[in-house]
RNA sequence: GUCGAGGUAGCUCAAUGGUGGAGCAGGCGUUUCAUAAGCGCCCGGUUGUGGGUUCGAUUCCCACCCUCGACACCA
C-alpha cells in the first residue's frame, strides 16, 4: 500500500537527481529503473514547459574500487574512466536507454573533490567535525574489516573458530547525534518528504531511536583513493560523504553560487530517486550534513532536499540476481534484443516502482508482444496504412492531456499515467472495429474518411502522451502522422 | 526478538462493510485496415488458516501459519 500525496510537482524550474551507482560493476536493471523513472519525470515535467536539471553520475571512490582496480591490474582512475563510459551509454538513443540528463558528475573530477573539501570545511566550522580514536573488527581469516551485522554472535561467521581482532584506528567523525532533533523537525514540517510513507516511518522511527556519530574518512596508508581531508595529509575523505555532495557539485557549488542557487534554492530543493537501500544516507545523513554545512555558509543556499522518492528492487526468477545463480538481467542485453524503447516501457508501467518486483525474461517478452508489438505497433500501423491508401486529409489540432493522465504525474504515479496511454490505445482499435471504415470507404467515401481523419487525430494525441515514457516511439509517430506515411517496417516486430 | 507491510484467478495487481474485478496467459468464434495483429464471447477464486463482531466481512477485531522490510558505519 503506497500513498504518495500531490506537491513538489508544480511551478517553477525542477531538479531532479538519481543516485550516483558505485562503478564496480555494469549497470544493472535496478539502476535503469532508477533513472528510467527519474528520466520520465524529467521530460514530463520539459513537457509542461518547465527548465529541468536533471543529475546523474558515477560514485568512483573507496575502498571495494580500489581492490578491484588493483585486481585488474590497473589504477583506480583508468578502472573508474571505463565504467564511466559504462555508466553513461545510458545516454544513448540506441544502445541506452535514451536518458535526458542535463549533467553527468564524476566523483573523481577535480570539481567535484574541490566541492567536497569545501563541504567538509564548512562541517568542520559549524563543530561538527571531530578526530576520534576507534577500534575496528579484523577478521584474520578475512583478511577484512567487519561490520558488527557481519558478525555472529562476536565471531566471524566465515571463520568462527578464530576471534575477531580489535585494531585502533583514529578517524575523523561526524556529530550526527546532534541532528536528531532537527531531523525530527523536518521530517515533522514535511508530510511528504521521504516517499512512499512506509519508508519514511522506517526512516522516522531509526531517527527517534537515536543517532551516533560516525566516521567520515579513513587512513591514507590503508586506502588511499579518496578525496584527501583538507588540512590533513594522513587521511581521506570516506567515500559516501564525499558522494553525497555531489548533488550540490554538480550544480557548480561552491564557486558557481547563481547557478546552484537557480537549481537547489529556487526550485524549492532537489527531488530525489533512490534505492530503498539508499534511504538512510538520503533522508538522513545527507540532510544533517546540510544543516551542518548551512549553519556555517553565509548564503544560507545548502536548504534540505525537497523530496526524496524510495523505489524498491528487482529479483528474477523469485531471487535476488546473483552471478552465481545466473539470473542476471542485463538491461543493457533487453535493449538489444528489444530496443530501447521496449525497455522503458517495461520499466516504466510492467514493474511497481515502490515495491520490490519480479523481471524475468519470459514477462517481458509477454508484456512486449501484447503492449507493443499487438497493441501500440500494430494500432500504428493500421491507421496510418488506411490514412495513405484512402488518401485521407488530417488536420492536427492540439488537445490537453487528460486529467487523469495529469493527475497521475501529480500523484507521482507514471505508471497509471502510461495505463491511461494503453487504455487509449485499447479503446482506439475497438473503434476502428466499431466504425469499420476499411468497409465503410466501399459504400460511404466520406464518412469513412472522416472516420479515419479522426483516428488520426486520436494517434497523434497517443503519441504526444508518449513522450516522457517512450520518447524515440513518440517521435516517430508524430512525424509519420505529419508527413502523411505509414511505418515502413513495424515499430515494435512481434517476437516468437 | 521488537516494529511495520503483505498473503485475492495460472501470472501481475484492483476492490468507501453491501452479488469479488481488470490486464496478460489459455479456449471458442469472427473481421481483413493492420505485425497470424484486431474485435467479441468463454474459462478461471472456499479472498493464507481458525475463530469473533454484524442482517451482511476481501474489508473491522483476535489468534495462528507463511513471505518481505527496518532495527546503523557494505555503499
Not at 505497433?377 to 489540432?397: A, P, Q, T, W
Amino acid at each position: 500500500m503506497v500513498s504518495v500525496q500531490r506537491g513538489a510537482y508544480n511551478g517553477g524550474n525542477f531538479y531532479i537527481t538519481t543516485t550516483l551507482p558505485y562503478v564496480n560493476a555494469d549497470p544493472h536493471i535496478g539502476f535503469a529503473m532508477e533513472i528510467v523513472q527519474a528520466d520520465i519525470i524529467a521530460r514530463y515535467q520539459r513537457m509542461l514547459g518547465r527548465e529541468v536539471f536533471f543529475n546523474t553520475g558515477t560514485d568512483e571512490h573507496g575502498q571495494k574500487i580500489s581492490d578491484a582496480a588493483k585486481e585488474a591490474g590497473t589504477l583506480p582512475q583508468t578502472y573508474v574512466d571505463g565504467y564511466a563510459e559504462q555508466f553513461s551509454i545510458l545516454k544513448n538513443k540506441d544502445r541506452g536507454l535514451n536518458v535526458s540528463w542535463t549533467n553527468f558528475i564524476r566523483t573523481s573530477s577535480p570539481e567535484h573533490k574541490a566541492a567536497a573539501q569545501e563541504f567538509w570545511r564548512r562541517c568542520l566550522d559549524a563543530g561538527d567535525i571531530y578526530k576520534k580514536k576507534y577500534q575496528t573488527k579484523y577478521c584474520v581469516g578475512c583478511e577484512l574489516e567487519k561490520t558488527d551485522s557481519e558478525l555472529e554472535g562476536g565471531k566471524c561467521s566465515i571463520h568462527p573458530n578464530l576471534s575477531i581482532q580489535l585494531i585502533d584506528e583514529e578517524n575523523y567523525f561526524f556529530r550526527f547525534s546532534k541532528y536528531q532533533d532537527p531531523l525530527r523537525a523536518l521530517y515533522e514540517s514535511r508530510m511528504d518528504f521521504v516517499v512512499p510513507d512506509f519508508r519514511f516511518n522506517e526512516i522516522k522511527s531509526f531517527v527517534s531511536r537515536g543517532l551516533q556519530d560516525f566516521s567520515i574518512s579513513r587512513l591514507k596508508s590503508k586506502m588511499s583513493w579518496g578525496v584527501p581531508v583538507p588540512d590533513d595529509s594522513e587521511q581521506v575523505i570516506y567515500v559516501w560523504f564525499d558522494a553525497l555532495v555531489s548533488y550540490i557539485s554538480t550544480l557548480g557549488w561552491p564557486h558557481d553560487i547563481d547557478n546552484f542557487k537557480k537549481w537547489w534554492v529556487e526550485t524549492g530543493g532537489v527531488v530525489q530517486f533512490a534505492g530503498k537501500d539508499q534511504i538512510r544516507m538520503q533522508a538522513a545523513m545527507w540532510q544533517a550534513m546540510l544543516m551542518s554545512a548551512q549553519s556555517a555558509s553565509p548564503e544560507k543556499e545548502l536548504i534540505a532536499s525537497k523530496q526524496i522518492v524510495i523505489h524498491g528492487f528487482i529479483t528474477s526468477g523469485g531471487q535476488k540476481m546473483s552471478k552465481s545463480l545466473g539470473n542476471v538481467i542485463n538491461p543493457f542485453d533487453l535493449v538489444k534484443e528489444y530496443g530501447t524503447d521496449a525497455v522503458r516501457y517495461f520499466l516504466a508501467r510492467e514493474v511497481s516502482f515502490f515495491e520490490d518486483s519480479d523481471v524475468t525474461v519470459e514477462r517481458f517478452k509477454e508484456a512486449y508482444n501484447a503492449n507493443l508489438a499487438n497493441g501500440l505497433g500494430n494500432l500504428v500501423s493500421r491507421i496510418l496504412k488506411m490514412r495513405s491508401n484512402y488518401h485521407v486529409d488530417v488536420v492536427i489540432e492540439k488537445s490537453e492531456p487528460s486529467e487523469v493522465y495529469t493527475n497521475a504525474f501529480l500523484d507521482l504515479d507514471p505508471k497509471k499515467a502510461a495505463d491511461f496511454v494503453w487504455e487509449e490505445i485499447g479503446n482506439l482499435d475497438r473503434l476502428i472495429a466499431e466504425r469499420e471504415p476499411f468497409k465503410k470507404i466501399k459504400t460511404d467515401e466520406v464518412a469513412a474518411k472522416k472516420d479515419i481523419a479522426m483516428m488520426v487525430v486520436k494517434l497523434y494525441e497517443i503519441g504526444v502522451l508518449l513522450t516522457p515514457f517512450l520518447p524515440a516511439t513518440s517521435e516517430k509517430i508524430l512525424s509519420l502522422v505529419q508527413e502523411n506515411k505509414a511505418p515502413e517496417t513495424p515499430l515494435f516486430p512481434r517476437k516468437e
